[in-house]
C-alpha cells in the first residue's frame, strides 16, 4: 500500500473518531427551553411532590439530600432529621420550589446548625423558594453544572380564588386583590430581610429575581433565570473556595 493511500486512510479515521466524539458530546448537552433560553427545558429538580430528606454516607461524610417540593411542614421535618444526624456536614439540594414562606424558615434552620454547607451538585436544580434554603448555608457550594434558578414570585397562582372572587362581583374582586398587593409586600418585605441576614446581595433581588417576569405573555414567555457560576459568585450566593 503507497504511503499516499496509507495516509489518507489514517485521515479518515480521525476524521471518523472525530465526528463520533463531536456526535456524542453534542448529544450529553441538555435541550436548551426556548421559553426560558438561560435554562434547560428539563431541569432536574426533583419529581417528589413533597421534600424527602434521606442522609446518606459520602466518603467526606455524611450528607442529607433534600429532594422535592416544599410544603409547609418541611421546617419542622428538617429540623428534626438535623437533630436526629448531627454528624451532617451537607444539605444537597434539588426541587421545583414550593411554600415560600417554608422555604424561608428552612433556610434559617440550616442558619442555626452554623458551619452546615449547602450544596447544589452537577446536574441537580433548586428553584424558587428552594434558593432561600439553600441561602441558609454556610458555606454555599454551587458545582460546576449544578442549576440555581430564580423567577419573580407570584401571589396569583390560585386560579380559582381569582375566578370565584370574579364571579362574586367587583368588590369581592377589589378585596381579593388588596390581599394578594398586601401579602406580596410582606413576603418581598421579609425576602430582603432574609438576603441581608444571610450575606447575600440584595441586588439579586433588584438586578434577577424582580426583573423576571411573574406570568408569561404572548410575547415574551420567559419567567426564569439560570443565574451563570460568574452571577452566582457575583451576588454572592455561592461564596465557597472550591
Known sequence: MSSRRKASRKAFRVAAAVGLIACLTGAAKPAIDPANPTCPLTPDWSANTTMKLTPVAKKNG?????????????????????????????????????????????????????????????????????????????????????????????????????????????????????????????????????????????KLLTEVMYQQKALANAEDKSTRRCLTQAEVRTYNVANNNE
Request: aromatic share 6%; proline share 4%.
Open 62 to 202: 455524611k450528607v442529607l439530600l433534600a429532594e422535592g417540593r416544599i410544603d409547609a411542614g418541611l421546617p419542622d421535618r428538617l429540623k428534626a432529621a438535623l437533630a436526629a444526624n448531627p454528624d451532617v456536614s451537607e444539605v444537597w439540594l434539588r426541587s421545583p420550589g414550593g411554600d415560600a414562606r417554608a422555604g424561608n424558615a428552612a433556610g434559617r434552620i440550616i442558619r442555626s446548625n452554623f458551619g452546615l454547607t449547602t450544596r447544589i451538585p452537577a446536574g441537580w436544580a433548586c428553584f424558587s423558594a428552594c434558593n432561600f434554603i439553600f441561602m441558609g448555608g454556610q458555606p454555599r457550594v454551587i458545582d460546576p453544572g449544578g442549576l440555581f434558578i430564580v423567577h419573580m414570585f407570584t401571589r396569583t397562582g390560585d386560579r380559582s380564588a381569582i375566578d370565584m372572587s370574579v364571579a362574586m362581583g367587583t368588590d369581592a374582586t377589589k378585596e381579593l386583590i388588596g390581599d394578594i398587593e398586601q401579602d406580596a409586600a410582606l413576603l418581598a418585605s421579609e425576602d430582603n430581610d432574609f438576603l441581608i441576614r444571610m450575606g447575600v446581595s440584595r
